[in-house]
């Protein structure tokens, strides 16, 4: 079992920045980011896998940077040009991906942290 904790939440002001921080007790082979607003299905944000491949939801891309500093045990998620919608619980997940696929589909993703609350006002 992978332990994961987030943090750098915040609220901020349309057009601003976070930087998301997680975690991790040890490494898999896909290594995501997450969000799930009210009445909202989860869904994927950021993946990245241990080659150093990523992938983002289109609703981030050009916005979004997902990193892996791997002796710290630290994956983050720096956030730009921050939008209303953009308002979530975002989680960090852990999975061994499908093949050697990482997907952006929560179902791949077996460790899960608590989350960190991402409010972004207009």
């Known amino acids: 079992q992978v332990q994961l904790v987030e943090s750098g939440g915040d609220s901020v002001q349309t057009g601003g920045s976070l930087r998301l921080e997680c975690a991790y007790s040890?490494?898999?082979?896909?290594m995501a980011w997450f969000r799930q607003a009210p009445g909202k299905e989860r869904e994927g944000v950021a993946v990245?896998?241990?080659?150093?491949?990523?992938t983002y939801a289109d609703s981030v891309k050009g916005r979004f940077t997902i990193s892996q500093d791997i002796p710290k045990h630290i994956l983050s998620l720096r956030m730009g040009s921050l939008k209303p919608e953009d308002s979530a619980m975002y989680y960090c997940?852990?999975?061994?991906?499908?093949?050697?696929?990482?997907?952006?589909?929560?179902?791949?993703?077996?460790?899960w942290g608590q989350g960190t609350q991402v409010t972004v006002s207009s």
């Open positions: 997940a852990a999975g061994r991906g499908s093949g050697s696929y990482c997907g952006l589909t929560a179902a791949q993703y077996n460790n």
């Open positions: 040890s490494s898999t082979f896909c």
């Open positions: 990245r896998d241990v080659f150093g491949t990523i």
